[in-house]
């Protein structure tokens, strides 16, 4: 459409809409913002918290409780839910309101013409119709058809994934892919050098941004692989208890001659007591110190159970761009004719030196170098702002790649501004697409200056001269083979040139005084050759160590990115992602790649470059159909469908779109990599702390249950040794705090040397159930039952029948809990560590296992010396000797396990 057909269309003009009829707009169109997904009501999200099937069963638990008269009991136990479902919801909450704030942080303004003048309105203002003006810098708030532009150049990566700049101009060319119109802008991109006015013809959710947020919105949600676990480990526990149960039941009515409905009674508190009621909170206490962890280490998380998923990762389909590496273009090297140079100092920092030979170069003895750096100073419309705060990047308001030439000339010392005004620019032909140059016009003295920057391909054709040595000769074929080679031995690593040259026009070019007029062909001609600057976006420092130890456990790392084949492959080669044997598959070939194809490559050594972004999507879905457990990266709009399906959806918070954001699972608040790698390991050490919970948790059951089996066993000769309120004191008391305390455990060494858990895998497995009932579980059963005799013993056992009351049976079941509680004791410190000696890691380091430990002696000692707490759980004083006799419990416990563990470690190391 020609522009006035378009101001035809939208019911506008050249100075824009009245603001009569953008109010009009306004309410016809709505408003110019993004839906995001529908938040769940308050109440929903609320009450999720006590809906699981975990929460469930301790709902019946308690109930069940009430049912066989243990009301203390059962109120106990909805309390604990209670606590663990509001304070589940409340850390949830605390991460969506981190994430809303995040974004927030987005430009919220857009200078129109309404009413025929220049003002400023909120974006979400903008309407169809609206004329607006973009500068270098701004983001484009809407889709929009340029009016007149000026060197407009635009970063579409947010839609394309692609971080190179494209220039945008009033006349219409298609270009290559989507979203390649010369004369169309798109919301949710940046203007990245130059000026335009625009005509917005699309908002909100009808622009290409809000269609794409709007099928990232269908993707369903789908339950975490803890969220499923935790499920698993609930039947599996309700079965335990039901068929444990089950035989107290029948044991009851044919051993001891119960009646039947006192035999159910007591096969319900035999159910009770070997549900883990502490495991819920336990579990969302470990989530969120995971979660607290991760913010530490720069890494949001959304929701509680992503911290565990990401334990599980098997690959991390990760971008290039910012997130592997620096997002700062930096020149390294530079290329003249007879010396190449090199620029030490990585990314936008002017702390670098130019070097010839590893010594640093004097700007006096290089004429060509300082007629290049002249060159990059005055052929340049960007401006690089010092970062306000120490630590801070650069504010780069044009384009990476200029930004690169003036941190380049400020490492040489030279004066870009000086130079600037000491050669004034009195004209310019802006860079576009087809020249791939840009040149500018220079007032020197008598004679005019041009200087030209672009492609080599488009500059050695132009120039017929080459400046060597201060002195200019001609350029010569050996000249452009040598350029030529040079060029692609640089290619060939991944690195990008620029050519540099320029020309003096004097009178005898017989060319207009006025540069403006100039035409092209005769400015840009019989050019001098100066030389290349060869450039990277370099990969992040810390990158190697991540990716070594990705490699070290298992995890696949596969590069995703919009940037050239050459380019990806060199730095994956480099950062160690990948050996130089990687297959690289373009976009274009897997559009047309058949999805067995595309399974079979992803289990190989592979690297997607120019891949379109939405085509990441497919990428995910084939390696989850592959059985994988993947993390994807990502920043634009176009990587939001892809970041919902992941198992874990990676967002970046510095220059992530906010569409991204809300899709995402996790949000990196440094847009780094290494933060990723932190992260999975504290999912992992989540879930393994998981593991040595349900195995401190679990291993008390069986002497919880001895004492009824004694009892059963016997005919009731032998009374309980333990009653129904002090198992309770076990479950919701004394192991509570110990138990979270193994919810902070720190990562055990080696964690992350290990290959991801199989999807088969399972919270409770047959080694947990085997160390605690069969070795934890066993040695404090004989202990606590050999403490209830010993306090018989005392008072004339064998020769006096054991009681059933009074003050020696209150005594000895006393006694039969306290050596239960100095078991656990052992039993915490023992399960910090699978493997690893505990004296390694310090057996004091854990301060709240410590503390519990502290906690549980308090609350024990309260519950044998407080009168009404004496009535109340049916216990006695103890003497002296007893407590001397209980102290010593844990020390050979202790010692045993970590005789146990070094025969395992000598085992594993003698396996290799």
């Not at 200056?449 to 001609?474: A, F, H, Q, Y």
């Not at 064998?798 to 078991?823: D, H, K, N």
Request: with cysteine; proline share 4%.
């Amino acid at each position: 459409m020609q522009i006035d057909d378009v101001y035809k269309y939208f019911d506008t003009k050249e100075t824009g809409l009245t603001s009569e009829h953008a109010a009009e707009l306004l309410k016809k169109f709505g408003h110019n913002t993004i839906q995001r997904n529908k938040k769940q009501s308050q109440f929903k999200a609320f009450l999720k918290n006590f809906t699981s099937l975990m929460a469930i069963l301790l709902w019946i638990s308690g109930f069940i409780a009430i049912f066989a008269h243990m009301v203390e009991l059962g109120i106990a136990i909805w309390a604990v839910n209670l606590i663990n479902g509001i304070f589940s919801y409340w850390q949830e909450h605390q991460a969506q309101k981190a994430t809303d704030s995040l974004l927030k942080m987005l430009p919220t303004y857009a200078q129109v013409l309404r009413d025929g003048k220049a003002q400023q309105i909120n974006s979400e203002d903008l309407v169809p119709g609206d004329v607006f003006i973009i500068q270098a810098g701004n983001s484009i708030s809407a889709d929009a058809r340029i009016i007149e532009s000026t060197s407009l150049q635009v970063d579409e990566s947010a839609l394309t994934g692609e971080s190179v700049l494209v220039s945008k101009q009033a006349q219409y060319s298609h270009g290559v892919g989507r979203f390649a119109e010369s004369n169309l802008v798109f919301a949710g991109t940046v203007a990245g050098s130059g000026s335009a006015t625009a005509v917005a013809v699309a908002t909100g959710m009808h622009s290409e941004f809000g269609k794409i947020a709007k099928l990232t919105q269908s993707e369903k949600h789908h339950a975490s692989p803890l969220e499923l676990e935790l499920n698993h480990l609930t039947r599996q526990l309700s079965l335990i208890a039901i068929l444990i149960g089950t035989l107290f039941f029948v044991a009851a009515i044919f051993f001891v001659h119960y009646p039947i409905a006192k035999s159910f009674i007591f096969a319900l508190g035999m159910i009770v007591a070997f549900i883990p009621e502490g495991l819920l909170p336990t579990v969302t206490l470990s989530l969120a110190q995971g979660v607290t962890r991760m913010a530490k280490k720069h890494a949001l998380v959304k929701n509680l159970n992503s911290v565990e998923t990401l334990g599980e990762t098997t690959v991390i389909c990760s971008d290039k761009t910012g997130t592997l590496t620096q997002n700062q273009m930096t020149i390294n090297h530079l290329w003249l004719a007879g010396n190449q140079y090199t620029v030490t100092g990585q990314g936008y920092v002017n702390n670098g030196h130019i070097q010839l030979h590893n010594q640093d170069v004097d700007l006096s003895a290089h004429p060509d170098l300082q007629k290049l750096l002249q060159i990059a100073a005055l052929n340049n419309n960007t401006k690089v702002e010092a970062p306000k705060q120490p630590g801070d990047n650069p504010k780069i308001i044009g384009t990476p790649t200029e930004a690169a030439l003036v941190i380049l000339a400020e490492k040489a010392g030279f004066d870009t501004d000086g130079e600037s005004k000491k050669v004034p620019r009195i004209g310019e032909l802006p860079f576009d697409s087809e020249r791939k140059r840009m040149s500018t016009f220079h007032k020197t003295g008598d004679h005019i200056t041009v200087c030209v920057k672009g492609s080599l391909d488009g500059m050695l054709p132009i120039s017929d001269s080459i400046l060597e040595n201060g002195k200019i000769r001609p350029l010569t074929e050996a000249d452009k083979k040598q350029i030529n080679d040079a060029d692609t031995a640089f290619a060939a690593q991944g690195l990008r040139s620029l050519a540099v040259a320029y020309r003096e026009v004097t009178a005898d070019d017989q060319l207009p005084k006025d540069p403006k007029v100039w035409k092209i062909a005769d400015a840009e001609q019989h050019l001098v050759f100066v030389g290349l600057t060869i450039m990277q976006d370099p990969p992040r420092p810390e990158i190697y160590e991540a990716v070594r130890k990705c490699h070290e456990a298992s995890i696949r790392i596969i590069m995703v990115t919009g940037d050239s084949s050459l380019t990806a492959k060199s730095i994956a080669v480099k950062i160690g992602l990948t050996s130089d044997k990687a297959r690289v598959i373009t976009g274009d070939e897997l559009a047309e790649m058949r999805i067995d194809k595309l399974k079979e490559a992803l289990k190989g050594e592979v690297i997607f470059a120019r891949v379109a972004p939405e085509q990441k999507y497919r990428i995910v879905s084939t390696l989850q159909s592959n059985g994988e457990i993947v993390a994807s990266t990502g920043d634009g709009v176009n990587d939001a469908p892809a970041l919902k399906k992941a198992d874990i959806g990676v967002a970046m918070g510095v220059t992530g779109t906010d569409v991204a954001k809300d899709a995402a699972d996790m949000i990196l608040t440094d847009d780094n990599f290494a933060s990723i790698v932190a992260a999975i390991e504290e999912g992992r050490t989540v879930y393994s702390n998981l593991q040595k919970f349900l195995l401190y948790i679990l291993n008390s059951n069986l002497p919880e249950a001895a004492p009824s089996i004694l009892f059963l066993f016997s005919r009731g000769l032998i009374p309980l040794p333990l009653t129904v309120m002090q198992i309770l004191t076990v479950d919701l008391g004394t192991d509570m705090l110990p138990a979270l305390g193994l919810g902070a455990e720190q990562s055990e060494p080696g964690i992350m040397k290990q290959a991801p858990r199989a999807r088969t895998a399972h919270l409770l497995n047959r080694g947990i159930i085997l160390k605690a009932f069969a070795w934890y579980g066993l040695v404090a059963s004989i202990i606590s039952t050999v403490a209830y005799f010993f306090v018989n013993n005392q008072h004339g056992w064998p020769g006096v029948a054991l009681a059933g009351s009074g003050a020696v049976y209150e005594e000895a079941t006393t006694m039969t809990l306290a050596a239960i509680v100095f078991c656990q004791i052992a039993a915490a410190i023992n399960c910090r560590t699978k493997t690893s000696s505990v004296f390694k890691i310090g057996i004091f380091s854990n301060h709240r296992i410590l503390g519990g430990i502290v906690f549980e002696i308090a609350l024990l000692a309260l519950l044998i010396y407080v009168p009404f707490l004496q009535d109340l759980f049916n216990t006695a004083a103890i003497g002296l000797r007893d407590w001397g006799l209980l102290v010593c419990i844990p020390i050979p416990l202790i010692l045993i396990e970590e005789l146990r563990k070094l025969l395992l470690r000598r085992r594993v190391k003698a396996n290799g």
